[in-house]
């Protein structure tokens, strides 16, 4: 049953909106909506006790800060393609909690939903890249980023699910569920959820920005992804996909147009989990747990990879094979069960590399072949991606990798993004995971 909301005259930023919305019921619950358009150029607040909808790509400008309350829904209006994007110079302050997220999700009604029906959360910041002149302009118009401050802080996402977005402007021109283009380390990013997205679920265009506690569910495409020189850090991630419309796991990447440009993309990431679909029942796709390619170095520990239709894991080109052979692309302390191939023996490179990825798997030494036993990996509706008690992911079997102490990474005691313990479950109270 959908719910019709005659607006009041509700002006903001200078626009009067007189408008008649159909929304669904599970969302708002009768709230005042209030329409937004074009620039947000002074200091704002999305409240509670409102709705919002974004009806076309919304910037925030420079030196203006978006405030949006916890509690809040934003809706993307499906036929205006609807987006949120921080410009250079601004902030968001979008913060959460577990009780009451911040959600940005389509206007359309359940049942009418899918990936793609707007566009998505973008943020651009003044941190390094490394393409030519330091600086790129965004998929989709979203606006120029990059530059030299690596501390640069374009505010805060917490506690924020991002739902049903991803539009495709053109072929192989879509937004992700939220892109993070050139952002510093001064933003916090902790407790977010995209899903449904048609493109990427989370993206880091070069910068050095961090992230903790993600969760990327049915996404289109890639769960994360990195190019451009990206030097940030990331603990605690899980991907499920769905067969109907997905690829990789992780899709790694330095620069497309020139494999050695500086500064190499060089994360650290801690304790993910990744879960694609091994039948064929949703969809014949799902293909990567992780691919790492065009130059990028990078740590990848205490990793679970379970259930991708072609390879767990596979290198491609010779600048990354090179990363590897110097100890600088490392895949450690990490469970590989139930792919097509876990380690990819072959490669399309000319010459071959010198050694396959399934060679740099052995000789690591800690990636290791066994059932982790997750509890309800493969549940759409109600998962449960904890390990259950006694699983090699927490029992010693496999060996914990320690991440560095260096103020942002947790000590861990298990292998994954979740230990077997109920009430340490981080994902529980604030994720959503409606099937359209």
Not at 102 to 113: H, N
Not at 171 to 179: Q, S, T, V
Not at 312 to 329: M, P, R, V, W, Y
Request: charge should be negative; hydrophobic fraction near 35%; aromatic fraction near 10%.
């Amino acid at each position: 049953m959908q719910h019709l909301r005659k607006l009041a005259f509700i002006v903001l930023f200078g626009f009067i909106a007189v408008q008649t919305l159909q929304v669904p019921t599970a969302y708002g619950q009768g709230k005042p909506v209030v329409v937004v358009r074009g620039n947000i150029t002074a200091n704002t607040t999305f409240s509670s006790a409102n709705d919002y909808l974004l009806s076309g790509a919304v910037f925030v400008q420079p030196p203006a800060t978006l405030t949006i309350e916890a509690g809040t829904t934003i809706f993307g209006e499906s036929a205006a393609n609807g987006t949120l994007v921080i410009a250079q110079g601004a902030r968001i302050m979008a913060v959460g909690t577990a009780n009451a997220p911040i959600v940005f999700t389509t206007d359309q009604p359940a049942g009418s939903r899918s990936r793609g029906l707007w566009g998505g959360v973008i943020i651009n910041g003044r941190a390094p890249l490394n393409v030519p002149g330091g600086q790129a302009f965004g998929e989709g118009d979203t606006g120029v980023y990059g530059g030299s401050q690596p501390n640069d802080d374009s505010g805060v996402l917490k506690y924020v699910r991002v739902e049903f977005a991803g539009t495709e402007f053109s072929p192989d021109n879509e937004l992700n569920g939220i892109a993070l283009q050139g952002v510093g380390r001064g933003t916090e990013v902790d407790f977010v959820q995209v899903h449904f997205n048609l493109d990427d679920c989370i993206e880091f265009f070069g910068g050095t920005a961090d992230a903790k506690h993600v969760v990327c569910t049915d996404t289109g495409d890639d769960n994360l992804d990195w190019t451009e020189g990206w030097t940030g850090r990331v603990q605690f991630f899980i991907a499920q996909q769905r067969g109907d419309d997905a690829d990789q796991g992780i899709e790694a990447d330095n620069n497309a147009e020139n494999n050695n440009l500086q500064p190499r993309a060089n994360p650290k990431i801690y304790n993910v989990t990744l879960i694609g679909d091994p039948t064929n029942k949703k969809g014949g796709e799902s293909d990567l747990g992780m691919l790492l390619r065009e130059g990028t170095a990078g740590t990848i520990a205490n990793a679970i990879v379970l259930g991708f239709k072609e390879k767990g894991l596979e290198i491609d080109h010779a600048a990354t094979f090179q990363q590897a052979s110097q100890n600088k692309l490392v895949v450690k302390n990490s469970i590989f069960w139930q792919n097509g191939v876990n380690f990819s023996d072959d490669s399309d490179e000319d010459p071959p590399p010198p050694f396959t990825t399934a060679q740099f798997a052995a000789r690591s030494q800690s990636l290791v072949v066994i059932d982790p036993r997750l509890r309800k990996p493969y549940n759409y509706a109600h998962p449960d991606f904890r390990p259950q008690d006694g699983s090699p992911a927490v029992d010693g079997t496999v060996k914990v990798a320690l991440p560095p102490n260096d103020g942002f990474f947790e000590p861990v005691t298990f292998i994954g993004a979740l230990s077997n313990v109920a009430s340490e479950d981080w994902t529980q109270g604030w994720t959503r995971y409606v099937q359209k």
